[in-house]
């Protein structure tokens, strides 16, 4: 992928309708269900380090990886502010690397669809194994090939607001699995005067099951999955689902 440029500084602003309270409350709970209530977690694909800070409040401590300088500057301004001590870590997922392990792994907003290679997301799974503690949690989001299909394929979604304006054509490939998500943005500048920027990402679309397998290629025991941030089965249709998972041996 393309890592978030421009549109970093007004990623929050399109992002409010994400109920991020929510799934950092779900996410506390989880945690503690498994006897995880503090020490070292890892973030990976913290983007603007909105849930690294409301984990960071909840007394964890935090490491956020992310491979947008952009997104990144985004969240060091957060932490400038609440004055949380957050590590964060500017490299890709696919190749992150840790001075030693961590108690848990988490990953929301489908970050993890970014990985378009089957290789890449089983090596992801991988690198995530290595650098959890013995019996060490990863709870992660992922978007189902139902929402790629018939929620967002092949659709243009337009917002207009003060701080900018964005259109974003979808377009989905059934054979590849792959959503091309084709970002135009219109940001204004100190002298009022609209700069258009445009940005293209790609998330690819993997089946559950397929999922399951490369979890357990990897090293990682499943434990449930869940219509996403409930304790819900996963239904037909879907459009987000949360994974919980545990090291299993290195």
Not at 16 to 23: G, H, L, P, T
Not at 62 to 87: F, P
Not at 228 to 235: E, G, I, Q, V
Request: hydrophobic share 35%; net charge negative; glycine share 8%.
């Amino acid at each position: 992928m393309e890592a978030y440029g421009e549109f970093a500084r007004v990623y929050d602003i399109f992002q409010d309708n994400v109920d991020y309270a929510s799934w950092a409350g779900y996410l506390n709970d989880t945690l503690r269900e498994y006897g995880i209530s503090d020490g070292l977690i890892l973030e990976l694909g913290c983007g603007t380090g909105t849930m690294t800070e409301l984990l960071a409040a909840s007394g964890y401590d935090m490491i956020g990886v992310d491979n947008s300088e952009e997104m990144l500057a985004e969240a060091m301004q957060k932490r400038e502010t609440s004055g949380h001590d957050i590590l964060y870590l500017l490299q890709d997922m696919q190749e992150f690397e840790l001075y030693g392990t961590v108690r848990a792994v988490i990953s929301v907003c489908d970050s993890l669809n970014y990985l378009t290679e089957e290789q890449d997301l089983e090596h992801v799974f991988e690198l995530v194994n290595n650098y959890l503690d013995p019996g060490g949690l990863f709870i992660f989001d992922m978007n189902t090939v139902y929402k790629y299909q018939e929620m967002i394929g092949d659709s243009t979604i337009a917002e207009n607001r003060e701080e900018g304006s964005f259109i974003w054509e979808n377009t989905y490939d059934e054979e590849s699995g792959i959503n091309e998500y084709a970002l135009t943005l219109f940001l204004p500048d100190a002298d009022g005067r609209y700069e258009k920027v445009e940005e293209v990402h790609y998330q690819r679309a993997y089946p559950l099951e397929q999922i399951k397998t490369l979890l357990q290629s990897s090293g990682l025991k499943l434990l449930a999955v869940y219509d996403a941030y409930t304790r819900d089965a996963p239904r037909a249709d879907s459009g987000r689902l949360t994974f919980i998972a545990k090291e299993y041996g290195k």
